[in-house]
């Protein structure tokens, strides 16, 4: 079922497996555009190979355990949000929480809401497949990713590992009910 939304100027969506290429080429570019500066280029490329790809981006489409949404502006992507069930880790408590995986809007539209627009479509699907808590992990020096959770309720309640290529870096784990 196509589920649209027209908010604003933009339009929050849910991706299709038709989507995988389009979305697997963003999803790698706003990646590396983040977080490329920061990390060697072998260990950027490990992760590249791993994490994005049409048949990875279409896998992660196809599975009931996933939703992606996209916000486009006419018929550009301004970016992307990725929530999955599965396991947590135990400093969330309550009952069903969801992950928010992949959480990235594209640089020129950052600053202008559309990020908040797609954080509040993020939270209306996450409740309408049962959840009641929304919990993610974000790089320890992630500065401007962490205050904009916190603008929209997460607090910080542990920290985990995520590896990129070869290297394993701290994410502080965020939670926010719904
Ligand atoms: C994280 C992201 C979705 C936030 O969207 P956004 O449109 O930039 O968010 P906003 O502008 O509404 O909020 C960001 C907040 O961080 C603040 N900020 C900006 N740069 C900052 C910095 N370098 N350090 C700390 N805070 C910063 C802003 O002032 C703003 O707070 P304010 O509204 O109280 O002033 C977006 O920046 C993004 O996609 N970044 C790249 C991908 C990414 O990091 N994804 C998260 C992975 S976990």
């Known amino acids: 079922m196509q589920t ?4 604003g100027r933009f339009l929050i969506r849910k991706a299709e497996v038709s989507d995988a290429e ?3 080429l963003f999803a790698a570019r706003t990646f590396s555009e983040t977080f490329g500066g920061e990390n060697t280029p072998e260990d950027l490329a ?27 502006e006419g018929t550009t992507l301004a970016g992307y949000a990725q929530i999955r069930t599965g396991p947590a880790p135990s400093c969330v408590t309550g009952e069903s ?8 809007v594209d640089s020129p539209w950052q600053g202008r809401g559309v990020a908040g627009v797609l954080m509040q479509a993020v939270k209306d699907r996450a409740r309408r497949r049962g959840a009641n808590s929304l919990w993610l992990g974000v790089w320890e020096r992630n500065a401007r990713a962490q205050a904009f959770y916190r603008k929209h309720g997460f607090v910080k309640v542990g920290r985990q590992v995520f590896v990129v290529g070869t290297d394993p870096q701290t994410d502080d784990v965020m939670l926010s009910p719904l």
């Open 4 to 7: 649209a939304e027209p908010t």
């Open 22 to 24: 389009e979305l697997a």
């Open 46 to 72: 490990l992760h590249l190979a791993k994490a994005y790809g049409p048949a990875q981006q279409g896998a992660e489409l196809r599975d009931p355990a996933w939703t992606t949404l996209l916000a486009e």
């Open 97 to 104: 929480p969801i992950e928010l995986y992949r959480f990235y």
